[in-house]
């Protein structure tokens, strides 16, 4: 994920800063991240391509 674009704000390229609730941003993180970690293991998706979904 880029953290610097020229003549972007960097608080635009963090989604985290634009929630007010930090917690129930994180908490709708993992959230999301276990819902792609599930389909992708029922898809039986090759780890090469999810690996950055392992916990």
């Known amino acids: ?13 963090d989604p985290r800063t634009s929630w007010a609730d930090k917690d129930g941003y994180d908490t709708a993180a993992n959230d999301l991240m276990d819902a792609f970690r599930n389909r992708a293991e029922e898809m039986d998706i090759n780890d090469e391509w999810t690996g950055w979904l392992k916990k």
């Open 1 to 13: 994920m880029p953290t610097h674009a020229e003549g972007v704000s960097d608080n635009v390229l």
